[in-house]
Structure formats: structure tokens, C-alpha cells
């Protein structure tokens, strides 16, 4: 892995950190979920993160113009790491 993408490997899992430890963020999904009739449970919270967060790490891929971190493969890694801590 070239240190550019370590950077940006770094940059991701500190934003998705964010993303997991945010009540605010949890309440916003909750609500979503409610507005659409969905059942809120905290597998569905998860999931929505996990959506959320790999929406994150394709738009970095893009803005680098990166195959690498718009690779599904990679996000799968990445996605892996920070919920599975695989």
C-alpha cells in the first residue's frame, strides 16, 4: 500500500470513528428509519452506518480518482476493519 493510501485509509477510519460514536447522527438514522416505516433495531442503525460509510470511502475513490478505494473489494476491507475489526 503506497503512503498515500495509508493516509487516506487513516482519514476514513477517523471519519467513520465519527460517524459510529455519534448520538446525534444515531438519532438522525433512527428517525430516517421511523419517516419510513422501518423497524429500529440496532442492526438496522448498524447496516444504515455501514451504507453510509462505504458511500464515504466510494466518493474519496472518486474525488482521488482511485480504482483502488472505488474498488468493492477494498471497501469491503475497509468495512471489515471498522465494524469487524477484521
Known amino acids: 500500500m503506497s503512503e ?15 460517524i459510529n460514536n455519534n ?3 444515531e438519532n438522525h438514522i433512527k428517525n430516517v428509519l421511523k419517516d419510513h416505516h422501518i423497524e429500529i433495531s440496532k442492526e438496522a442503525v448498524k447496516v444504515f452506518k455501514m451504507g453510509a460509510i462505504d458511500a464515504m470511502i466510494y466518493d474519496v ?18 468495512l471489515d476493519e471498522i465494524f469487524f475489526g477484521k
Open 61 to 78: 475513490g472518486a474525488a482521488l480518482d482511485s480504482r483502488y478505494w472505488k474498488s468493492r473489494k477494498q471497501r469491503r476491507r475497509m
Open 23 to 25: 448520538k446525534g447522527y
Open 4 to 18: 498515500e493510501d495509508k493516509s487516506v485509509e487513516t482519514v476514513i477510519k477517523d471519519k467513520a470513528n465519527k
